[in-house]
């Protein structure tokens, strides 16, 4: 066939080109305006003139994500796709500037046109797609990839609705609305009307010969891609994330409609459109939704329909599949992945089961980011049956295989068969996606050190006793540092370029680099640059607060920050029962001693799933606290306290790179890895954390003088939560300071006492978390964070070293570790 098609003249010298000077540049904006936003120039405002920056950097983006996918056409490389049911990505237009480098030329040309580039940064709406650290990461690993130049695609949802929107109600408590991120169009998806699948729910499934099956009737919906590009930071290399968007098969039934029952009419079109309407706003539990269930499948089957077109036009023997394609399952979200490829396989490209079987734990990873038992999934027999009876058939007969190599290995071990099973025994019975995922994939890992060891040693340690510890690794998250050192703080990341005398680009890539501060640490002028660059961001952040919450931060004060999901494990509860404790101690003081204390400003920021009651009641009280120590004239210069509402990825751009100290705080043994604190220490905040994730390898890296660890080990854990079950001891007796602070706010000291009763019971019954343990040794902490902070020089040099030290936790050492580890691919790029 011909190529072009026409004349090919015309073709060639009409094709689009790179034009960034900055005349090219207006010209663009002012084209974007006129005809895609048919605005005029006298009636642009600025989130006009955001969108057609916008639009215009879009240009840029579209032609450099065609020449990266010609290019993997072109060169067929194998490829590594990425699933997950979140993606983080909070705003795009900053960093696919700086990504592009094309920041200072955007700067002038919308300064030419009377506008000011930060103003038209804040016009754009975060894109939420997640709850957590989970999807933070996953956005992480897409920047660290295109950055890689590595053919990595991602694969999600296009939820309508993002992560819920935080208010707080007048009485303190949490409130959720909707986030209805697509209100103002979005520039940095391309809808690809001509990328369409089928998925099939419910119906019914017959067996025939060789393990194959016809599954049919049910529901029909249509699967439909949108792509979002993902620049590379200093290179042309841009990849897709691809996110489904669920719709009817059939606008709606002709049938129902002529016969003028509208309302069946719509009905089933309706049900369709749900499936990728909203994020489910839950972090670590599950809870046996047919409609989230619905959500995974959807995915599940829409990206492996589109990853096995995609190898088919290679035209190669699906024997080699593998060689062309690695899956990382994040999480067991996508756990259904291997039941459908399965499937596929057998059903529909005559593969004998056990050749698919091995092509399939050939093809898929996956990660663990949680040994907490609430976050493992579980599905309900009865559910699975009618919603996908064909995957339900074949993970009974993957069970088989699970049942007979077991048995071949332990022989008669009964125990061990039931533990290790695909089904859980019950009314009803349950699937295990753990160790579905498990079984089904080539290699299982952890996100931090400790907690892959706790992956073998707990969750999966039958497991391990069956395939060698081989299939079990760690790859510690990362985080990617253009986002999070040069977008979030470009006043550190100048001061170190000019520091070290290197463009911002060659530590950006290479984050070791950083290392080279160690030897600025002990220089004066040095140390002042670095404390007024800390400075200026306290600033900028008071600034944000003043203007989007109405009040004051004494930004002379040292910061204190701890912003995350409200969790149990995660200890936000320690954290306000040690600001009461602080006050209180404060309020005990005379005027006098008071003057030597520490001004402190604390800081909380995150949200509580809707339905988790206790998180929420922590919420209240951090909020109903905050007012009465924030009114008190005898302590307000030395304690304030902030709870920022509707925490988001924006929102800690600006938070982390103004805190002096963060904190880490959950139970050891339960944070899998965090990945703010690594963020907090690029950006030269201290931790004070427990000894958990990957603050312990924080601490390698930076040297354990310049961390504030405290509380119990994760060995001693297990046995603290026995006794506590069956020898308590009251708080009063284990810790009376704390009990203190409890009975304080019992008495109602920050408001109706009663309200908390339930969250304080948490506390004085079985401790799971164990506050009364770790108290004393947390203030013992803080108070050494108090110490040190006084010494503000040798506070500095901390800092940097800190900085200095995080080469390790940039998101392209851990990429660079599954790309060459797991997934077995190369960079490649267009030319
Ligand atoms: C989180 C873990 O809680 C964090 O420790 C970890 O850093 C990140 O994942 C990334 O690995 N996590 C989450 O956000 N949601 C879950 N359901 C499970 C873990």
Redesign the pocket.
């Known amino acids: 066939e011909k190529w072009p098609r026409g004349d090919e003249k015309a073709w060639k010298t009409s094709m689009r080109g790179l034009d960034t000077d900055i005349p090219s540049i207006t010209k663009s904006i002012v084209g974007h305006v006129q005809t895609s936003l048919a605005q005029q120039a006298h009636n642009l405002d600025d989130l006009g003139a955001y969108q057609a920056a916008a639009l215009s950097v879009r240009d840029n983006l579209i032609l450099n994500w065609n020449e990266t996918q010609m290019h993997y056409t072109r060169k067929e490389p194998k490829r590594a796709y990425y699933l997950s049911l979140e993606f983080l990505m909070g705003r795009t237009l900053d960093n696919a500037l700086l990504n592009l480098g094309l920041k200072p030329k955007y700067d002038d040309s919308i300064s030419q046109l009377g506008f000011r580039l930060e103003d038209l940064l804040e016009q754009e709406r975060d894109a939420a797609l997640g ?5 933070r ?1 996953a956005a992480c690993y897409l920047d660290s990839s295109a950055s890689q130049e590595l053919p990595v695609w991602g694969y999600g949802l296009r939820y309508k609705y993002g992560i819920f929107q935080q208010l707080i109600a007048p009485d303190g408590s949490q409130l959720e609305a909707p986030d209805p991120w697509l209100e103002h169009d979005n520039p940095w998806e391309l809808p690809r009307l001509d990328v369409t699948y089928e998925v099939r729910f419910y119906g019914h499934s017959e067996r025939l010969d060789n393990m194959k099956a016809v599954w049919s009737g049910g529901q029909e919906v249509l699967a439909m891609a949108y792509d979002t590009m993902i620049p590379g930071y200093e290179t042309k290399s841009t990849n897709n994330l691809r996110l489904w968007e669920s719709k009817p098969k059939r606008g709606f039934d002709l049938q129902s409609f002529n016969a003028g029952d509208y309302e069946r009419a719509v009905e089933s079109s309706n049900s369709a459109a749900a499936i990728t309407s909203v994020l489910y706003p839950n ?2 539990t599950t809870f046996g939704k047919e409609l989230r269930l619905k959500q995974q499948y959807f995915w599940t089957a829409a990206s492996l329909a589109d990853i096995m077109r995609r190898f088919k036009n290679l035209g190669k023997p699906i024997s080699e599949f593998p060689d062309y394609v690695a899956i990382q399952l994040n ?1 067991t979200h996508p756990t259904l992945a291997i039941p459908e490829l399965m499937r596929i396989f057998v059903d529909e490209e005559d593969v004998p089961w056990d050749a698919a079987w091995q092509l399939v734990t050939n093809t898929f990873f996956f990660t663990n ?2 040994v907490l038992p609430e ?1 493992l999934e579980k599905w309900p027999v009865p559910l699975m049956q009618n919603l996908l009876p064909r995957h339900m058939q074949i993970i009974f007969d993957i069970t088989e295989i699970v049942v007979s190599v077991v048995e071949k290995k332990f022989p008669g071990d009964r125990e061990r068969l039931a533990r290790m099973s695909l089904i859980e025994e019950g009314y009803p019975q349950n699937i295990r996606m753990a160790n579905l995922a498990c079984i089904g994939t080539r290699k299982v890992n952890g ?1 931090a050190e400790l907690h892959s060891e706790l992956v073998r040693l707990t969750i999966m340690k039958d497991f391990v006793d069956l395939y060698g510890v081989s299939k079990f690794s760690n790859v510690t ?1 990362g985080i990617t540092p253009r986002r999070w050192l040069d977008q979030c703080n470009p006043r550190l990341s100048n001061l170190i370029s000019e520091t070290l005398k290197l463009p911002k680009a060659v530590f950006l890539k290479d984050l070791y680099k950083l290392e080279g501060l160690l030897q600025f640490a002990d220089d004066p002028a040095f140390q002042k640059k670095w404390a007024a660059v800390k400075q200026s961001n306290k600033e900028r952040l008071a600034q944000h607060v003043q203007t989007t919450l109405g009040l004051k931060i004494n930004t002379h004060a040292m910061f204190d920050v701890q912003i995350k999901r409200l969790h149990e494990y995660k200890r936000q509860t320690l954290n306000i029962m040690g600001v009461i404790h602080r006050y209180l101690t404060l309020k005990d003081m005379t005027p006098a001693e008071r003057k030597k204390v520490n001004p402190k400003v604390v800081l909380f920021a995150g949200k509580a799933a809707p339905g988790y009651y206790v998180a929420k009641l922590t919420i209240r009280l951090i909020v109903n606290v905050a007012r009465i120590i924030n009114a008190d004239a005898d302590t307000k210069d030395y304690l304030q306290l902030y709870f920022l509402p509707d925490y988001s990825v924006s929102l800690a751009e600006v938070l982390i790179p103004a805190s002096d100290i963060s904190q880490h705080i959950s139970t050891a043994g339960t ?5 703010s604190n690594m963020k907090f220490c690029l950006n030269g905040g201290l931790l004070v954390g427990t000894v958990d ?2 603050n312990i390898e924080i601490a390698e890296e930076v040297g354990e003088q310049n961390v504030f660890f405290f509380g119990h080990l994760t060995p001693a854990v297990e046995d603290l939560r026995y006794k506590h079950m069956y020898h308590p001891v009251p708080v009063e007796q284990k810790c009376p300071p704390l009990a203190r602070v409890l009975n304080e706010v019992s008495a109602g000291r920050f408001g109706d006492g009663g309200v908390y009763e339930p969250l304080l019971n948490t506390i004085r019954q079985h401790d799971y978390y164990l506050l009364t343990e770790d108290f004393d040794s947390y203030i013992q902490a803080l108070k050494l964070v108090d110490e040190a902070y006084q010494d503000r020089t040798e506070w500095i040099k901390k800092s940097i070293r800190t900085t200095a030290k995080m080469g390790k936790f940039s998101s392209d050492r851990a990429i660079q570790d599954y790309a060459q580890e797991y997934w077995n691919i190369e960079s490649t790029k267009p030319e």
């Open positions: 709850n957590g650290g989970l999807g990461l972090d670590h999480d980011h949680t976050a996100v998250n944070e899998a890895s965090g990945t994730g990957a």
